[in-house]
Each structure stands twice: as C-alpha cells, then as structure tokens.
C-alpha cells in the first residue's frame, strides 16, 4: 500500500506529519509512504525512523506550499506544484493508492473537485467525520465541503454515508437520519423537506429527522446536514467540551479537595477521555471524488495524522471509492 | 407588574408552571400572575402557596389549550381560546405587562407574529438564549423563529441582539459576531456575506465571523445565526453535555475509586453544574415583537419556569420593547 502525505500542511508542519508517517509505518508493516514537501526539512525527522520504517518513508521535493489562510480554489489552480496538490495527483494519476492531509480544509476541498475529480454523477462533496457518540460512531457528513446543500446533494450525502458507514465502519445496515430543527415532519425548511422525500423513497435505511440533541446519544448511524450547519455543529461542540474542560481546571485550581479526588478519578478520566480524544479518531474522508483523500485536523499531532492514514488505508483496503461508484449507479 | 403565564404549555403542565409562578412571586413581592388554563387543575396546586402569595395569582379559566406536537400556526389561529393564546392576547392588549410559557414552541413563535404582532420594521422575530460560556454570557440568536434567515433578517437579529445585551444583560459596548463556518473573510454564504456587509456599516460593535468552537470561549456578547443553525447548534451542545455526563455516570458505576473521588468533588461539580444549568438560565425571549413574550424549555421544571418569569420581570423593567422599537426607527 502506497500512500501520499503532504508534509507541509497544517499547523505542526513538518514536524507532526513526518512523526505521524513514522507512527503509521510502524503500525503497518504493508504501507510505504511518500513525503511531499521540503526535502530538506523532511528528511532530518524521518531520518530518526527506525531503518525497516525509513526504507518505507521517501520523499518528494517541492518548495511550493500552500498556506492555512489562502484562497482555497485559488491557491490549488495556481500553486500547481504546491504539496497539496502534488499529493492529489499521485492519487488521482494512481501513482499513489491515495493521499492525506492536514492543510487548508478549503484547499483539500477544492483540489478534490479540480484535481482529482467527481465520480460521474456526484454533484458535490462531502467531508465526514465518525464522532464517537454513546455507544457507537455516528458518521456526519458534511462538516464542511459543500457550505449550503440542495436536496440532491443531501440525498447524495445519505447514499455515501451509507457506504462509509456500511464498508469502512462495519455497520450492517446503517440508520440514516437528515440533522433538522425539530423531529416532527415540519420541521425543516424546503431543501431538507425535499431531500426528505427523496430519501423516503430510496433503498437505503431512512429514519427520518433527527434533532441535534439527539445525535450524542447514537440515534444514528449516519447523519446528513450540509456544510455550514455540520461545521458549526461539530466545532460547537468541540469548543463546549473544551470550555467544560478548562471551567473545571480553573475550579481544580481553586481548591484543594477536588485534587484528591482527582487522584481517584484517573482511570476512569482516561477512559471517558479516549472516546472522545480526536487524535484518536482524527481522519475525516472527502468523499464524491475519484480517489482516496483524506483530510486531517489542521492542529493534528503525530497520533492524528497516524490516525488518518490509517483511515485512509481503511478506505483504499474496502474499495470505498469502488463502493460509491456503483451505489450511485445503481440508485440513479 | 403584572404577567400571564399558559399554565397548560410544556410537558410538565399543569404543575411545574403552577409552582414555577409560587416561586417567581415568593422571589417579588411586586409580583402578580394570571394563570391562564384549567381553574380545577391550577386551584388545587396554587392553594398551597403561603397567602401573601397567594393573593397575588389568579386564574383565567379555559378548557382549550396546544398540545407539543400541533401545528403551530394552524394551532394558534384555530385554538382561539387555547390557554397560549389568551396569555399571549393580554401581553397585547395591555392587561398583563408580558407573558410566558413553557408550551410549543413554533405555536409562540406563530402567536408572537399572529396575535402579539411584529415591531413596525421587524421582518422576522428571533429567539434568543443568554449562553453561560467561559467568563460571561454569551447571547445567541436566532435559535429557532426563523429557519432560514435572509440578511435583513441577521442584520435586524443582531441590532435587537444588541439592545438585549446591553439593557438586559447589561454589557455597556456588545460586541456583535455572526457565526459562520470558518473566521476568513470568503467563509460563510451569500446571506452570511451580505449580512455582515450590512453589519460594517452600521453603528454596531461589529466584529466579524465567529466560528462554532469559539462561542463557548466568550469570543462575543451578541452571535448571530440564522434559527436552523441556532436549533441544531444548541440543542447538540446539550445532547453532548447530556452524554457525557452519562457515560462519566456509567464508568463510575464501574469502578470503585471514582466514586470515592466524587465525595471529594462535590462542591467543584455543583459550581461547575450551576454554570451549564438550564433550570437557573432558563427564559429565551421572542424579540421583534410588540410586547414581552418569554418562552420556557418544553420540559421545565418550576425553577426554570421561575427563571423565565424573572427574565420576563427584567425585561418589562429595562423596557426592552421600546429600545428595540427605537433603535430601529433610528437605524434604518
């Protein structure tokens, strides 16, 4: 298995990609990797590799990147030999099995679209996250590639949700559900009201609304909103659990019996912190093109850059492309 | 000072409500309330209120009221007797100074624009929530009156947005955000785009985009969204609260140790809880309409139904109304 890492992308770039392709290649012994960014900042890190790693790790030079903040569509047309788009093309030419980055969301987004490419009758993409939930992962899409959605790419979303979810997290027969205002039937406006009866009268497992509060508690197995209600969704949440997090340092700072107890409470804070730790469970798959790309957190460490490459190599094992391809051509 | 409260809305009803207005009158002793809904169902439980407050609530007598799942503006205009459109009749005529209630919450929203009537100017109202995040609150609209917002509808959200901050809340100079999917200048839509033109030119302390990870951080006084994403991003805050709250409480049955941390931990939780507690916070005001209309959380318990008699006592007293109305007329 041969995968393209953009090593120049994301906050801790290089540093944390290259430590995160040291991580994966020594999770998997059947995965080689190649860096693509500056040579000579790449290869000191990799060069620590433990040797049957480092023969796994090449690199491929570029001194063209594009940056956090740049004009996503833009920057990928014109900075054709930037890492980012060099990664894409190795898996969209087949040269790489597919691709990963922690870069500019917006950059991964729209080099999907003009580098790699819809699958023929995709209208848009979608990004997806398996949040860790009850008892369960629920997988929402989008979270961020397609800002406001009509209801054919909504009804689109459901269909590829459906196969991540079936093939690459293993549910059997997934729970979709369209994210809404309220579960009554009226809820909603038009586009979701539209896409709702669209999904109704698919093959897949609809179950209809599902409100945000909800969502944490597995109601899903599959949960379909457009971007820009996904995005805030999701980094809403993040930040609340953050907020709670930090609320109660400050309180632990303040007194002096909560820190005893605190002492007590380790394992089980490890426990519940593991299921929601995103550097665990960080890879977020674009789906709707013709190639395996996979984005990581934009403040991804090495375990969350690990953790999309596994991803990735997850989806190029079940033939997730393959999976959609036909799904759509069978619906449609 | 004188409110109407629908004593049959919320799941809770007739009871909760009933004891909720025992509270609120116990707190002000300037305080009178009506009940509006069944008199033998209220009697029995207001009798056993202390006669100084008992003296204080009195009951209009109706046997129609709207049941959670109505549709709200067939509910309200059929239902001309229903004990939320009586209420909300006497918040317009004058009769009462305001009105408040725990019921369905597209029926008050209908009830506000049909019977209450919308502020000369006002396109759509909004609902509003005074968030506790990190060191303030934060206030949130719309959350849930309008799904789908054009940009006079943001703009007008965040001017009322802005005189709740500073008159009820008491925030000399409100700092206004709108909430997008990223913080850069080409994030968000055309309505989100056009809204925040509109907002830079305004007399506003405007500030920008904000993204969902930085509300529960205090990054602004006002965040502005239209009522889908308000919806969905509040309530999945609290379905996460909610669930991981119960997986702490399943791990802790699990093992021993964390339950005898806990005991160390009391007095940090009850502050961190009295932070996050939608009992104490309860009380979402209808803005954009011509007269005081508080809404409680569906499944209200009394103090939370208290909590949202004092918001409406603050609100009456800081004449929200009449700043909202003149604040408008000097805007526009």
Redo the contacts between chains.
């Keep these: 298995m041969l995968l393209a890492l953009d090593a120049m992308g994301g906050d801790n770039a290089p540093h944390e990609p290259c430590k995160g392709a040291i991580l994966a290649c020594r999770e998997f012994s059947d995965l080689e990797i190649i860096l693509v960014g500056n040579r000579a900042q790449i290869e000191p890190i990799i060069d620590q590799a433990a040797d049957d790693v480092r023969r796994r790790l090449s690199v491929v030079h570029t001194e063209e990147y594009i940056s956090m ?1 740049e ?2 569509s833009r920057s990928i047309r014109q900075k054709r030999h930037s890492s980012l788009r060099l990664a894409m093309e190795m898996a969209r030419s087949g040269e790489a099995q597919g691709c990963v980055s922690a870069g500019n969301t ?1 950059a991964i987004v729209a080099g999907g679209v003009l580098v790699v490419g819809r699958i023929s009758g995709i209208d848009r993409p979608a990004l997806g996250v398996a949040m860790p ?2 008892n369960k992962y629920t997988f929402l899409l989008d979270v ?1 590639a397609t ?2 959605a009509k209801p054919i790419n909504l009804y689109q979303f459901a269909l590829m949700g459906n196969i991540y979810s079936k093939y690459i997290l293993g549910v059997p027969s997934p729970e979709i559900a369209l ?4 579960s ?1 039937d ?1 809820k ?2 038009e586009v979701i009201a539209s896409a709702k009866e669209m999904l109704k009268v698919s093959s897949l497992n609809f179950t209809g609304y599902v ?7 597995s109601k899903a197995d599959v949960v379909v ?1 457009d ?3 996904g ?14 997090y ?3 340092k400050e ?2 700072g303040r ?1 002096i ?2 820190k ?6 380790v ?2 804070l490890k ?2 912190w593991g ?2 730790d995103y550097e665990k469970h960080g890879g977020t798959p674009l789906l709707g093109v013709k190639g395996v790309v996979i984005k990581a957190h934009g403040r991804s460490k090495a375990p969350a850059v690990a953790s999309a490459i596994r991803v990735a190599r997850n989806f190029v094992l079940q033939k997730g492309v393959e999976h959609i391809t036909n799904e759509l051509h069978k619906e449609v």
């Design positions: 903040d004009h996503p917006g939930t009850l961020g800002v406001r994210l809404s205002n309220g009554e009226i909603g406006d409100e945000g509060d909800e969502v944490p508690f909103c971007g820009f209600s995005n805030v969704v999701l980094k809403f949440a993040e930040g609340v659990i953050q907020a709670v930090s609320i109660a309180e632990m007194r019996l909560p005893i107890g605190m002492v007590f409470m394992p089980m426990s519940l299921r929601f």
